[in-house]
């Protein structure tokens, strides 16, 4: 089976909270609508290599560097934690052009995730765990 490249963005998106960067897949309104390779000696995440094969015309993938991580923004004491990025969600899916979605999460990813799905507004389809130690 030969695998497809996807075409592969990195961005900022501007919130109320604060700078995030974001990259995509599988996104159709990147701006060259060119495939773009991985710059040279960026380290590879586990999320770039299951977003490469899943990504596509039908599917846009969105990971999110969290406020302080990354290269998002570094904001200030008591603004990071669940709740406050679980918070940031909603206005990158905005940004996405994305009315509703479906979120992974991986270790405290997953955490943030399920802080997302609690009640209130329908905008979670589904929900992917991976990884979430219990808490005491």
């Known amino acids: 089976m030969t695998q497809q490249a996807v075409e592969l963005e990195d961005s900022e998106v501007r919130l109320e909270s604060g700078r995030l960067r974001v990259r995509r897949w599988g996104c159709r309104g990147c701006a060259s609508g060119a495939v773009r390779p991985r710059p040279a000696g960026e380290p590879v995440r586990l999320f770039d290599r299951l977003a490469e094969r899943l990504a596509g015309d039908t599917l846009h993938l969105v990971a999110i560097g969290l406020r302080g991580r990354g290269r998002s923004e570094v904001t200030g004491p008591g603004t990071c934690g669940w709740r406050n990025h679980a918070r940031d969600v909603p206005g990158i899916a905005g940004a996405a052009g994305a009315p509703s979605s479906a979120i992974t999460g991986q270790s405290s990813g ?12 329908p905008r979670i389809e589904r929900l992917v765990l991976a990884d979430l130690g219990g808490q005491s």
């Open 110 to 121: 997953a955490a943030i995730a399920m802080t997302c799905a609690q009640p209130g507004p």
